[in-house]
């Protein structure tokens, strides 16, 4: 197939080409997805489906456009690229619109990702039904008479994916994942039916945990949620989980983007090389470790993947800039994806944590809310914990989070011990302290 692949997309670039195209790239992608869920202990949805899709974008006399189309026979692309090329001409010029230098694409690593899981075709029916089975299971059996209900789910897919441009650009890759998951609603006192989830992910099915790890972790975390009410408005430490960590980073993240900065939409627009976090915040862009959910060998663009350090000591270092913005904004290109976000661990759990801050909140779930990447204010709903002396107390719901990045993130005092493994942001927890938490 991945030969396949490369013989379609150089026949697509000369036909390109041969309509009057001056550059084009093109991308081709093929992907195989299996979903089962379960609910009442019976099979709920079952779902099997194979796509195959072709995109192109096209370079003409200063002109742009992007397409894509999943008919692949090559009568029907001929026509499909003949068209898109006639319609690009048509198009307002767009002087900043080309392919890359070329010299982007050198110093590709020749390294293997590990990203396929080659026991993935020994994966079959009665193997996937009882996984799933056993996640339903194993949170019924934990949630006892609280449950009101459980749906279960396990996806696993494989895909590949090729591009390859005008200039001299080739990369393919493909990659394998698993999933399990559980969400389960209760009943707790009057109308209030709390509910959570627990969930993992692999690329690799040996490394998976237990589906009864992930069933049982849906039960405990909605059980948590029991009683939970909203409480006066405090000033305290909190703990941001590090499943939901991301979260408050994400508006930080959109702020380091270079079509925020071109817009003029970034609060970290003029901040590089200097302080914008607590020493305690560094924050590594690695696209090349092994088994990453969002590894790979080059970017979008096509450019050589590599380890970036974007916060360094609180000290803001990079941009995510790709090639457009890059010529708008005339500084050197980096990259315009983010890939596996790394905040190197502490040395303590969140109970060691817990037990020296007193009292404070954790915080285990947001709700809605809103970040502004032109000045950096934020609000935020929460969920979770009050705790003291280590010891959660009351569990809270309907309270807020409202705070400004750049003050927000020099509070940051504390990361723990416990990067959050099934996300391409492996992030620990991580404790604030002097957060405004609004309540009654």
């Known amino acids: 197939m991945k030969q396949e692949l490369y013989d379609l997309a150089s026949w697509g670039i000369q036909t390109a080409k041969a309509a009057g195209a001056a550059a084009s790239r093109i991308g081709i992608s093929g992907a195989r997805t299996v979903q089962i869920s379960y609910r009442e202990r019976k099979p709920e949805n ?61 110093g590709r690593q020749n390294i293997d990702l590990d990203l396929v899981d080659p026991e993935y075709k020994n994966w ?22 609280k449950v009101i209900s459980v749906t279960a789910n396990t996806t696993d897919g494989y895909s590949e994916s090729l591009m390859m441009a005008s200039n001299g650009f080739d990369g393919y890759s493909e990659g394998t994942y698993f999933v399990g998951s559980a969400q389960m609603t209760a009943k707790d006192e009057g109308d209030r039916r709390p509910a959570e989830y627990g969930a993992a992910i692999a690329l690799h099915r040996k490394d998976l945990v237990k589906p009864e790890e992930i069933g049982s972790e849906a039960a405990r975390r909605t059980l948590a949620l029991f009683g939970a009410k909203k409480l006066k408005t405090e000033t305290l430490p909190i703990i941001v989980e590090n499943r939901v960590a991301e979260n408050i980073g994400q508006g930080f993240l959109t702020a380091m983007l270079g079509r925020a900065i071109q817009q003029k939409q970034s609060f970290l627009a003029d901040k590089k090389g200097r302080k914008v ?121 309907e309270m807020n989070i409202a705070d400004n990045h750049l003050k927000l993130w020099t509070r940051l005092v504390e990361v723990a011990n416990d990067p959050y493994p099934y996300s391409n942001a492996m992030l620990p927890s991580l404790v604030f302290r002097d957060v405004v938490v609004s309540g009654i």
């Not at 992007?66 to 767009?94: H, N, P, W, Y």
């Not at 060998?297 to 913005?325: C, H, N, P, T």
């Not at 404070?360 to 969920?383: E, H, Y």
């Open 277 to 397: 976090a607590g020493e305690i915040l560094t924050l590594i862009d690695d696209p090349l470790i092994k088994r990453g959910l969002s590894s790979s060998l080059f970017d979008s663009d096509g450019f050589a993947a590599q380890k970036r350090i974007m916060i360094e000591a609180g000290v803001l270092k990079d941009f995510y800039i790709d090639w457009y913005y890059s010529r708008k904004l005339e500084w050197e290109p980096t990259t315009g994806n983010t890939s596996n976000l790394i905040v190197p661990p502490g040395k303590r759990s969140v109970a060691e944590i817990m037990k020296d801050l007193g009292r404070g909140f954790l915080i285990t779930g947001f709700i809605g809310g809103n970040s502004n990447s032109t000045t950096g204010d934020m609000s935020i709903g929460i969920v979770g914990q009050l705790f003291e002396k280590g010891v959660p107390i009351q569990a809270i719901s």
């Open 46 to 106: 079952i779902k099997e489906a194979s796509t195959k899709s072709l995109s192109l974008e096209i370079f003409v006399n200063g002109r742009y456009s992007a397409m894509s189309t999943s008919d692949l026979r090559k009568d029907a692309l001929k026509e499909f690229i003949g068209r898109a090329v006639a319609q690009t001409k048509l198009l307002a010029e767009d002087p900043f619109r080309s392919l890359p230098d070329p010299k982007y694409y050198q």
């Open 124 to 145: 079959d029916p009665e193997s996937r039904h009882a996984f799933v089975k056993a996640i339903e299971e194993a949170c019924l059996e934990k949630g006892g008479d």
